[in-house]
């Protein structure tokens, strides 16, 4: 069977209309990721006697392949009376997935303050935990801006995994064309580069955003 270029384009409109849906997800999920990231590191250095436990759940999440978590979100929790659509799935689960690694984003935007403005913040009564979010952590945004970005690259390239709990984005969307016509080649084409067209999107919105900030990306 030859690649049909004309039915490639005839099916655009089709594969389109998950497109919203994989936007939607990829922003509320490296929401949910940087926020949850942010919340792992300031337990791992706000309760010393847990640490070693939140070591644990970060490197338990790290290592655990997306798509395990997503099946455990949409089939196993039913089990336990926890029905989830399927979209909130996603989200919840690409959000709990990539928080492991922005959790070593925000550790390493910390350490890279100066440890004065954290003993200076603790030498005026302030607790460990306000020095954290009200001291260091506006200052370390500028040097997690760069890496935080990347992820939401990475993110926005995770969404097609939710094909297999059935939400609608666009890969979704492609597979529905390619059961009905058998026809599988040009779907997953016009997919892949409706995807590498909104990766490069977010790849230019986060090069803008470098310059913006001043941040200079170390030559090797």
Not at 20 to 49: D, K
Not at 129 to 139: G, K, M, N
Request: proline share 6%; glycine share 8%; aromatic share 12%.
């Amino acid at each position: 069977m030859t690649f049909d270029f004309a039915f490639a384009l005839r099916i655009v409109p089709q594969v389109l209309e998950g497109i919203g849906n994989t936007i939607l997800v990829a922003i509320l999920a490296f929401i949910g990721a940087s926020v949850l990231g942010f919340i792992w590191e300031i337990l791992r250095r706000s309760t010393p006697r847990g640490r070693p436990v939140v070591q644990f759940v970060i490197d338990a999440i790290r290592s655990t392949p997306v798509l395990a978590q997503l099946y455990f979100l949409f089939y196993v929790l039913p089990y336990y009376g926890i029905v989830l659509p399927a979209m909130v799935v996603g989200v919840v689960g690409l959000s709990f997935y990539y928080s492991g690694y922005m959790s070593e984003v925000f550790k390493a935007g910390i350490d890279a303050v100066p440890g004065g403005q954290g003993e200076a913040a603790q030498s005026l009564g302030i607790s460990r935990l306000d020095t954290i979010a009200f001291v260091i952590a506006p200052q370390m945004l500028r040097n997690v801006a760069a890496p935080l970005g990347a992820y939401s690259v990475s993110i926005l390239k995770a969404t097609p995994y939710l094909a297999v709990i059935a939400v609608p984005e666009m890969l979704g969307s492609a597979l529905d064309v390619a059961s009905e016509t058998y026809r599988y080649a040009e779907p997953m084409f016009v997919a892949g580069i409706l995807f590498l067209c909104l990766a490069l999107i977010a790849v230019s919105l986060v090069g803008w955003l470098e310059r913006y900030l001043g941040i200079t990306t170390p030559s090797h």
